[in-house]
């Protein structure tokens, strides 16, 4: 069960992310639209914390719930790669995204 937890965690991530990259390259043609893109992208950035969170507790419960040096050690090494691959995923989504436009 934690297994799954932590995949739909990152498929949710992963998801969100590109959701922002693909309304971040959207065209407006007001203010109204412009209040909607923003709110939006709030909404999804809520998810996108939410789901890093719920990777670094998944990942912590999956090795064991340590509560001394290794746990600490997974739960930095967790939050650091689950940081950089999703701005790397966003980098590469956004880039995606951009050469459409």
Do not use: H
């Amino acid at each position: 069960m934690d297994y799954l937890l932590l995949l739909i965690a990152i498929i949710l991530l992963l998801f969100s992310l590109k959701k922002i990259a693909m309304i971040k390259y959207r065209t407006t043609d007001g203010i109204a639209a412009d209040i909607k893109q923003n709110i939006l992208s709030l909404l999804w950035g809520i998810v996108v914390v939410l789901a890093i969170l719920a990777i670094i507790y998944q990942v912590w419960v999956v090795t064991g719930k340590s509560s001394y040096w290794d746990g600490v050690f997974i739960l930095g090494g967790t939050a650091l790669l689950t940081f950089f691959s999703s701005f790397w995923f966003y980098y590469k989504s956004s880039v995606k995204f951009n050469e459409g436009v």
